[in-house]
C-alpha cells in the first residue's frame, strides 16, 4: 500500500512564499508523475501545477521538483497572493507492489495541506 503525505503549508502574508513537499512510501517501484492540486473555499478542486505545466494563475510564482532518490516532490510557491489560499493536495501516480509481490499501479492522494494568505 502506497501513503502520500503533504506538509509545509500554513498561514502567510501576501507576497510571502511558501514550500510545500509530498511524500510517497510505502512498495514503490517507480513514480511517474506528482500533480499539485488545490480546493479554494467553495470551489472545486482545480490542477495548479504538474509536469505537463502550470495554471494561468499561478504561471511565474509557482514551481514544481521532484527529488526521486527521496520519493518527494515540492512545490516552491512565491508571490502568494490571498487567492492562493486553499487545501493544496498532491497526487501521486506510479507503479508498486501489492502484498502478493505484483506490480500495480496506484494514483494515491495525499491528505492535503492548508495554505492561508493574508492580505
Known amino acids: 500500500q502506497v501513503h502520500v503525505m503533504e506538509s509545509g503549508g500554513g498561514l502567510v502574508q501576501a507576497g510571502g512564499s511558501l514550500r510545500l513537499s509530498c511524500t510517497a512510501s510505502?512498495?514503490?517501484?517507480?513514480?511517474?508523475?506528482m500533480g499539485w492540486y488545490r480546493q479554494a473555499p467553495g470551489n472545486q478542486r482545480e490542477l495548479v501545477a504538474s509536469t505537463a505545466g502550470y495554471a494561468d494563475s499561478v504561471k511565474g510564482r509557482f514551481t514544481i521538483s521532484r527529488d526521486n532518490a527521496k520519493n518527494t516532490g515540492y512545490l516552491q510557491m512565491n508571490s502568494l497572493k490571498p487567492e492562493d489560499t486553499g487545501v493544496y493536495y498532491c497526487k501521486t501516480t506510479g507503479f508498486s507492489r501489492d502484498s502478493a509481490g505484483a506490480i500495480e499501479r496506484f494514483d494515491q492522494w495525499g491528505q492535503g495541506s492548508p495554505v492561508t494568505v493574508s492580505s
Open positions: 510505502g512498495s514503490i517501484l517507480n513514480i511517474i508523475s
